[in-house]
């Protein structure tokens, strides 16, 4: 991203609505680059995808119908080595990034002839996301534990996971050790501007006011009421995952799949369901079953494993399942952030959006394709793939 000369000691202070991982990784590149972050986030109960998620750190498959989202997915795996590196000097903590590739897993030839043809369709869009078809004995030779029931699947040697509940809490510590203030139980429910003390200035639901030069909603779920007052279209809406994790088991699984994945601690995560529950983030026996059923017949050696939690978490989604990252028009210095893969995407929001939130760098031409107004055009239908 271009830097701009635009930076002034007023225009340093910046609050951000939102404290999951885009508000936290925003606001740890906002503060490296030298702005006065506020974090206002809601309290323990709130709806937070950052605290439910599944932990892939992946590019494959995803972008089929927007190729600079598939860039800048590529450009966020480049940056991610660099970036936790960099976290656990700071704070000591360990993000968990393991990047050995990735092998997505299906169960019947049309749905992998039907994966390659769609793979291939990504990179036909100019886009260079390296990816390998594989059977079932070809795949034996990495995952030598997978059943019968998986008949091929498809390879990315970018892939990988880490510990999102980790990368959250990185990010948290090297907030405070920025100097940034994060205040917790804060609900904001108006954003008010060209206020006499303070460009914007936060509204809370017990008439608590938080004053900025500079303004971010990533609010998650919480951006598709917040966002108009910016004059930003932002419809985000939650389809719920329910994620299983077992007990710890000896390492067996050396890669992340698309249907579950072996943690650096030795537990399997199992998941995600995907599912139009409106904001009812609870779990369902039926659910449960199916991913287990799932994941047994992917590793049947998981029959044997004990189950030790199950959850559910809401994705705030947009209609397309791509971001919305945008400056306001009517209110510059107020921006709108809403993403998927805040895993996959962290180092980029904290090293390039971190920066552009601040004013340091110019918005990039490809965020033309980010602007919440493209789900305003009637002639277009939005599928986000889930
Ligand atoms: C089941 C599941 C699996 C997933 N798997 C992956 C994966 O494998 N890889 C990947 O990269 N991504 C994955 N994701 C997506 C990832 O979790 C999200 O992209 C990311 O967590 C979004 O972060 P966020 O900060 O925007 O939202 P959230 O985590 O939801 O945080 C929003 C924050 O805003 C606060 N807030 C909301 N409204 C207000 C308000 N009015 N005032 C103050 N604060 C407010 C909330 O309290 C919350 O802390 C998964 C998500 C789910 C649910």
Same mark, same amino acid.
């Given at each position: 991203?271009?830097?701009?000369?635009?930076?002034?000691?007023?225009?340093?202070?910046?609050?951000?609505?939102?404290?999951?991982?885009?508000?936290?990784?925003?606001?740890?590149?906002?503060?490296?680059?030298?702005?006065?972050?506020?974090?206002?986030?809601?309290?323990?109960?709130?709806?937070?995808?950052?605290?439910?998620?599944?932990?892939?750190?992946?590019?494959?498959?995803?972008?089929?119908?927007?190729?600079?989202?598939?860039?800048?997915?590529?450009?966020?795996?480049?940056?991610?080595?660099?970036?936790?590196?960099?976290?656990?000097?700071?704070?000591?903590?360990?993000?968990?990034?393991?990047?050995?590739?990735?092998?997505?897993?299906?169960?019947?030839?049309?749905?992998?002839?039907?994966?390659?043809?769609? =793979?291939?369709?990504?990179?036909? !869009? %100019?886009?260079? /996301?390296?990816?390998?078809?594989? $059977?079932?004995? *070809?795949? @034996?030779?990495?995952?030598?534990?997978?059943?019968?029931?998986?008949?091929?699947?498809?390879?990315?040697?970018?892939?990988?996971?880490?510990?999102?509940?980790?990368?959250?809490?990185?990010?948290?510590?090297?907030?405070?050790? =920025?100097?940034?203030?994060?205040? !917790? %139980?804060?609900? /904001?429910?108006?954003?008010?501007? $060209?206020?006499? *003390?303070? @460009?914007?200035?936060?509204?809370?639901?017990?008439?608590?006011?938080?004053?900025?030069?500079?303004?971010?909603?990533?609010?998650?779920?919480?951006?598709?009421?917040?966002?108009?007052?910016?004059?930003?279209?932002?419809?985000? =809406?939650?389809?719920?995952?329910?994620?299983?994790?077992?007990?710890?088991?000896?390492?067996?699984?050396?890669?992340?799949?698309?249907?579950?994945?072996?943690?650096?601690?030795?537990?399997?995560?199992?998941?995600?369901?995907?599912?139009?529950?409106?904001?009812?983030?609870?779990?369902?026996?039926?659910?449960?079953?199916?991913?287990?059923?799932?994941?047994?017949?992917?590793?049947?050696?998981?029959?044997?494993?004990?189950?030790?939690?199950?959850?559910?978490?809401?994705?705030?989604?947009?209609?397309?399942?791509?971001?919305?990252?945008?400056?306001?028009?009517?209110?510059?210095?107020?921006?709108?952030?809403?993403?998927?893969?805040?895993?996959?995407?962290?180092?980029?929001?904290?090293?390039?959006?971190?920066?552009?939130?601040?004013?340091?760098?110019?918005?990039?031409?490809?965020?033309?394709?980010?602007?919440?107004?493209?789900?305003?055009?009637?002639?277009?239908?939005?599928?986000?793939?889930?």
């Amino acid at each position: 991203m271009q830097r701009t000369d635009m930076y002034t000691h007023r225009e340093k202070r910046l609050t951000i609505v939102g404290g999951g991982l885009l508000g936290a990784a925003i606001g740890y590149g906002a503060a490296k680059a030298g702005a006065e972050v506020t974090i206002l986030d809601q309290g323990d109960n709130a709806l937070r995808a950052s605290r439910g998620n599944f932990g892939l750190v992946w590019v494959h498959g995803k972008g089929t119908t927007m190729p600079p989202y598939v860039d800048w997915t590529l450009q966020g795996l480049r940056l991610w080595p660099e970036f936790q590196e960099e976290l656990l000097n700071r704070t000591g903590v360990d993000s968990g990034l393991e990047n050995p590739g990735g092998f997505w897993l299906g169960f019947s030839e049309a749905e992998v002839e039907k994966r390659a043809t769609a =793979l291939e369709g990504i990179n036909k !869009n %100019g886009t260079k /996301v390296p990816f390998e078809i594989l $059977d079932r004995s *070809d795949l @034996r030779n990495y995952l030598p534990g997978i059943g019968d029931a998986v008949v091929g699947g498809s390879f990315c040697p970018l892939d990988g996971h880490a510990n999102p509940l980790m990368l959250l809490r990185a990010l948290h510590m090297g907030l405070n050790q =920025l100097g940034a203030r994060v205040v !917790n %139980g804060v609900t /904001v429910t108006d954003i008010q501007h $060209d206020a006499p *003390d303070g @460009r914007f200035v936060a509204v809370a639901d017990d008439g608590t006011r938080w004053s900025g030069d500079r303004i971010v909603l990533a609010a998650g779920l919480g951006n598709a009421s917040l966002a108009s007052h910016l004059d930003i279209h932002a419809p985000v =809406l939650p389809t719920r995952g329910q994620v299983l994790i077992t007990e710890r088991l000896q390492p067996f699984l050396h890669y992340p799949t698309n249907k579950c994945r072996q943690t650096k601690e030795g537990s399997v995560q199992l998941g995600s369901t995907a599912e139009d529950t409106g904001v009812d983030d609870g779990t369902t026996s039926d659910k449960i079953e199916w991913l287990v059923r799932r994941g047994v017949e992917t590793f049947p050696a998981l029959a044997d494993a004990k189950l030790v939690r199950a959850w559910g978490a809401l994705r705030p989604l947009t209609p397309d399942g791509y971001p919305i990252y945008q400056e306001s028009e009517r209110f510059p210095g107020g921006y709108v952030v809403s993403s998927h893969s805040g895993v996959t995407l962290a180092a980029s929001h904290a090293e390039l959006l971190g920066p552009w939130v601040s004013g340091l760098t110019q918005t990039p031409p490809e965020f033309t394709s980010f602007r919440g107004e493209r789900f305003l055009d009637t002639d277009s239908s939005f599928s986000n793939g889930y």
